[in-house]
């Protein structure tokens, strides 16, 4: 028997989705990190990229911000964060935070850089305030692009949440963690198709909302 077979047998035995340990539990506390992270990064980022891209000012600050944040290794980031505050879930989320302010921010700020200046123009003269031309005109026309940036926001934590069990923070990477232990690589295995059939998934949810935030009448370029 190879280890695909064995690893599709781990996940469809009853014993695994029974108890506090079982793989409706992971995959929940999985899910929480990506979209807690990326709820708690937009706070922050949206804001900030609407402000840079309506008053485009600031963008090379922001493209290095966004690009030094990147850089910055997970696990690293991750480990000095739970060595100030301990093991637990606070670590994981503030990694995952960080983690996911880079898409959202970027998103945001280029999708409302990239609205026509003539219909900012067209706003105004026709006497609207500057929030007004934010939220009625800019933020509107920026949608999808924002939602790229959450789509990839959420593909990077959920990617890289399986990295909470390495301090405690559970999720799906307890199966990793303990599985590499023993070198159990069937259950590794079933982990790690599980985490990228919710990638997947949240792709295409992603992707459907990317489209409906269209506006109508404009064309996709791809």
Do not use: C, K
Request: charged share 10%; no cysteine.
């Amino acid at each position: 028997m190879n280890f695909l077979e064995e690893a599709l047998r781990w996940i469809f035995n009853p014993a695994v989705h029974e108890g506090a340990n079982s793989l409706a539990v992971r995959i929940g506390e999985h899910l929480s990190y990506t979209f807690g992270a990326v709820v708690l990064g937009a706070v922050i980022a949206i804001p900030l990229g609407i402000l840079v891209g309506h008053t485009r000012r600031g963008t090379a600050v922001t493209v290095s911000l966004t690009g030094g944040l990147r850089a910055l290794p997970s696990l690293g980031v991750l480990i000095l964060i739970a060595l100030s505050v301990g093991i637990g879930f606070q670590a994981p989320l503030a990694t995952f935070v960080i983690m996911a302010i880079p898409p959202l921010l970027a998103g945001t700020y280029a999708g409302i850089q990239a609205v026509n200046p003539l219909t900012v123009d067209a706003a105004r003269a026709m006497g609207m305030t500057p929030l007004q031309i934010i939220f009625q005109v800019e933020v509107p026309l920026a949608l999808p692009l924002i939602v790229a940036g959450m789509r990839s926001a959420v593909l990077q934590v959920v990617a890289t949440a399986t990295l909470a069990a390495y301090v405690s923070g559970g999720a799906l990477g307890v199966y990793i963690f303990s599985a590499l232990a023993r070198r159990d690589y069937p259950q590794m295995l079933a982990a790690s198709l599980i985490v990228i059939g919710l990638a997947f998934a949240l792709d295409g949810i992603f992707a459907l909302l990317q489209r409906l935030a269209r506006p109508r009448g404009t064309v996709v370029l791809r």
